[in-house]
C-alpha cells in the first residue's frame, strides 16, 4: 500500500494561505480574525494531527481485514481514481450530514463549527476525538465495493485540501457554473452560519450537487439583506482550547446522566437540542418558529421604532445543543 498522504505536502501551501489571508483581513476585513481565536484553530489543527497519528491506525486496520471480504478486486487503475473520489465525496455528505443530526457525531463534529469567526484558520479545527465515534464506518461499503484502502485514504486527503480554500470571506462568488456543481466559499459560509435560513444546511464537501438531490442546498442571500453570524447557536463564549474540544461530549454525557431511563438512548442519538421535556430546541424547531415569525411579519405592521418586540426573539432561551 502507497505511502502517500497528500494532506501533510499540503501544509506549507495552507500557512502560506492563511499568512495571506491575515494580510488581507488587515487593510480590507479587520473583523476576520481575532488573535486569541486564531490560536484555538492553529492548537486544534496540532492536536488534530497527533490524534490522527495516535488513532488512525485502527480505522485502516478495520479497513484492510474488511477488505479481504470485498465483493470486487478493482485495483489501481486509473480509471478507478475519479470513480472512488466521487464516491467517496457522496460518503462524506452523508458523514457529515449525520455529524449533524445525531448528538453522538454531533459532539465530535461540533469542534468544526465553535468558531465565531470564518477565514481559513476554521478550516483547521478538526476534530480530536473523531475516531471514538466510529463514523469511518461510512467508508466501509467502497472497501467493500473493492476499492483499496489506500486509494480511499489518498481521495479522503485531496477531499480535505479541497475544503481548505472554502473557509473564506475574502472570496464572493465563483462563476456560475462552478457554484451549480462545486462547493464555493459562498456556499459553505452557509453551512457555518447560525441563521435560522441557513441551520444544516450544504453538508457537501467538493461536490454541491450532492446537497442539491438530497434536499439540503440553501443558497447564501446578499450581505446586505442578511449577515451571516458564525458559530454554534449556543456559544461557548471562551478561548479555552479543552473546553472548545470537549464541551458537547461533557454535556451529553451529562444529559445522559440526568434524563429518565427511558430517554437516555435519545440522549445520545437524536438530533442536537433534543430534550425529552422540550427545555430546549433543535435545529428544525428553531427554523420552524422562525418561519412562523417571517409569515406573521409579513402581515403585521412593523412596530414602531422603540417599541417592545412583539416576538419571541430567535435567540431565547430554548437553544439547540
Given at each position: 500500500m502507497?505511502?502517500?498522504?497528500?494532506?501533510?505536502?499540503?501544509?506549507?501551501?495552507f500557512?502560506?494561505?492563511?499568512?495571506?489571508?491575515?494580510?488581507?483581513a488587515?487593510?480590507?476585513?479587520?473583523?476576520?480574525?481575532?488573535?486569541?481565536?486564531?490560536?484555538?484553530?492553529?492548537?486544534?489543527?496540532l492536536g488534530?494531527?497527533i490524534?490522527?497519528?495516535?488513532?488512525?491506525?485502527?480505522?485502516?486496520?478495520?479497513?484492510?481485514?474488511?477488505?479481504?471480504?470485498r465483493l470486487?478486486?478493482?485495483?489501481?487503475?486509473?480509471?478507478a481514481?475519479?470513480?472512488c473520489?466521487?464516491?467517496?465525496?457522496?460518503?462524506?455528505?452523508?458523514?457529515?450530514?449525520?455529524?449533524?443530526?445525531?448528538?453522538?457525531?454531533?459532539?465530535?463534529h461540533?469542534?468544526?463549527?465553535?468558531?465565531q469567526?470564518?477565514?481559513?484558520?476554521?478550516?483547521?479545527?478538526?476534530?480530536?476525538?473523531g475516531?471514538?465515534?466510529?463514523?469511518?464506518?461510512?467508508?466501509?461499503?467502497?472497501?467493500?465495493?473493492?476499492?483499496?484502502?489506500?486509494?480511499?485514504?489518498?481521495?479522503?486527503?485531496?477531499?480535505?485540501?479541497?475544503?481548505f480554500?472554502?473557509?473564506?470571506?475574502?472570496?464572493?462568488r465563483?462563476?456560475r457554473?462552478?457554484?451549480?456543481v462545486?462547493?464555493?466559499?459562498s456556499?459553505?459560509?452557509?453551512?457555518?452560519?447560525?441563521?435560522?435560513?441557513?441551520l444544516?444546511r450544504?453538508?457537501a464537501?467538493?461536490f454541491?450537487?450532492?446537497?442539491?438531490?438530497?434536499?439540503?442546498?440553501?443558497?447564501?442571500?446578499?450581505?446586505?439583506?442578511?449577515?451571516?453570524?458564525?458559530?454554534?447557536?449556543?456559544?461557548?463564549g471562551?478561548f479555552?482550547?479543552l473546553?472548545?474540544?470537549?464541551?458537547?461530549?461533557?454535556?451529553?454525557?451529562?444529559?445522559?446522566?440526568r434524563?429518565?431511563w427511558?430517554?437516555?438512548?435519545?440522549?445520545?442519538l437524536?438530533?442536537?437540542?433534543?430534550?425529552?421535556?422540550?427545555?430546549?430546541?433543535?435545529?428544525?424547531?428553531?427554523?420552524?418558529?422562525w418561519?412562523e415569525?417571517q409569515?406573521?411579519?409579513a402581515q403585521?405592521?412593523v412596530?414602531?421604532?422603540?417599541a417592545p418586540?412583539?416576538q419571541?426573539?430567535?435567540?431565547?432561551?430554548?437553544?439547540?445543543?
Amino acid at each position: 500500500m502507497p505511502d502517500f498522504d497528500p494532506v501533510s505536502y499540503a501544509i506549507p501551501a495552507f500557512v502560506a494561505l492563511v499568512l495571506i489571508e491575515m494580510l488581507w483581513a488587515r487593510w480590507r476585513s479587520p473583523q476576520a480574525y481575532e488573535p486569541k481565536d486564531t490560536l484555538v484553530s492553529l492548537l486544534f489543527g496540532l492536536g488534530s494531527t497527533i490524534a490522527g497519528l495516535l488513532l488512525g491506525g485502527f480505522a485502516l486496520a478495520v479497513f484492510i481485514a474488511a477488505y479481504e471480504f470485498r465483493l470486487f478486486t478493482i485495483g489501481w487503475e486509473w480509471w478507478a481514481w475519479p470513480v472512488c473520489f466521487v464516491l467517496d465525496d457522496l460518503k462524506y455528505y452523508w458523514v457529515h450530514r449525520f455529524g449533524h443530526r445525531s448528538r453522538w457525531f454531533w459532539a465530535s463534529h461540533v469542534n468544526h463549527h465553535s468558531s465565531q469567526h470564518y477565514n481559513l484558520s476554521t478550516a483547521l479545527r478538526q476534530t480530536w476525538t473523531g475516531a471514538f465515534t466510529l463514523g469511518f464506518a461510512f467508508a466501509l461499503p467502497l472497501v467493500l465495493l473493492g476499492f483499496h484502502p489506500g486509494m480511499i485514504a489518498i481521495c479522503g486527503g485531496f477531499n480535505l485540501i479541497y475544503q481548505f480554500w472554502i473557509h473564506t470571506e475574502a472570496i464572493d462568488r465563483m462563476p456560475r457554473w462552478f457554484e451549480a456543481v462545486m462547493n464555493t466559499p459562498s456556499h459553505h459560509r452557509v453551512h457555518h452560519a447560525t441563521n435560522p435560513r441557513y441551520l444544516d444546511r450544504n453538508y457537501a464537501g467538493v461536490f454541491i450537487v450532492w446537497d442539491r438531490m438530497f434536499g439540503t442546498f440553501e443558497p447564501e442571500r446578499p450581505r446586505e439583506e442578511e449577515p451571516i453570524r458564525y458559530g454554534i447557536v449556543k456559544q461557548l463564549g471562551s478561548f479555552n482550547l479543552l473546553w472548545a474540544v470537549f464541551h458537547e461530549w461533557v454535556g451529553m454525557l451529562g444529559d445522559i446522566w440526568r434524563a429518565p431511563w427511558k430517554h437516555k438512548l435519545s440522549y445520545l442519538l437524536r438530533e442536537p437540542g433534543w430534550s425529552h421535556d422540550g427545555s430546549r430546541e433543535t435545529s428544525d424547531m428553531i427554523r420552524a418558529r422562525w418561519q412562523e415569525q417571517q409569515a406573521h411579519g409579513a402581515q403585521e405592521p412593523v412596530p414602531p421604532e422603540g417599541a417592545p418586540p412583539a416576538q419571541k426573539p430567535i435567540a431565547g432561551p430554548r437553544r439547540a445543543a
